[in-house]
């Protein structure tokens, strides 16, 4: 099974739409943490968020607004008024460092195109 | 400036042949990470080094070796044993390893002919 699940293979919308991004987890450890990359086309990715497992609290920063709900094991990612630029590929990523120290499991990804 | 390289940016070799990706940092951190990335197929682990002269298998490690002999530099030999070596590959390290952000490199399109 998949520890980190993007449903969405690719999404598009038109400029200035809001989107949201899906990102469900799995895990059995009560530490753990969560991240949000972006790869646009240039091929480098960018990160965005870290979030632990003891921080429910919703984080905004700008346009970007993160929604972490543990009882639905989802860390889910709002783009508010989408532009051009944020077209790109959108990773959300694991780690469980009581489990040793593994690097990050990453989810396969959300393609977003944003239209003109 | 600080970052990560990896060159070449676009790499070409014939099957059978092996080749080394490079990958070098000056941020100072401790681990570092080689990823390799299909389409549809997100980031998937090949290696990983937590300290110099140290390094674990990923989840895809048959097929790839590495060694960390200095602290900024990880490379990537992608053997002849890989049997489907044409993807994308990145870099990425961090100042330790754990749940810290990791800073990726452009990364390399190697493509076997």
């Known amino acids: 099974a998949q520890k980190v699940t993007q449903a969405q293979t690719e999404i598009s919308v038109v400029e200035k739409e809001d989107v949201t991004l899906d990102c469900v987890y799995e895990?059995?450890?009560?530490?753990?943490?969560l991240f949000w990359y972006k790869q646009p086309p240039s091929g480098e990715l960018v990160f965005l968020i870290r979030r632990n497992s003891f921080d429910e609290q919703n984080e905004i920063s700008g346009r970007y607004s993160w929604n972490f709900q543990k009882s639905t094991s989802s860390f889910n990612f709002t783009i508010t008024a989408s532009q051009v630029v944020d077209s790109a590929v959108y990773f959300c990523?694991?780690?469980?460092?009581?489990?040793?120290?593994?690097?990050?499991?990453f989810g396969k990804g959300t393609r977003l195109s944003v239209i003109a | 400036d600080g970052g990560i390289t990896q060159s070449p940016k676009y790499l070409f070799r014939k099957e059978g042949q092996n080749v080394t990706l490079s990958c070098e940092q000056n941020l100072n951190h401790d681990a570092m990470y080689w990823y390799r990335q299909d389409p549809g197929q997100g980031l998937r682990l090949i290696y990983y080094s937590q300290i110099v002269n140290d390094f674990q298998k990923g989840d895809i490690a048959e097929g790839y070796s590495v060694s960390r002999e200095k602290k900024e530099s990880f490379p990537l030999t992608v053997t002849s044993a890989q049997k489907n070596p044409t993807a994308f590959y990145l870099c990425?390290?961090?100042?330790?390893?754990?749940?810290?952000?990791?800073?990726f490199g452009p990364g390399t399109r190697l493509t076997v002919l």
């Open positions: 990425a390290s961090s100042i330790a390893a754990g749940p810290n952000e990791q800073f």
């Open positions: 990523a694991l780690s469980e460092p009581n489990s040793g120290n593994t690097p990050l499991v």
């Open positions: 895990t059995r450890d009560t530490t753990y943490y």
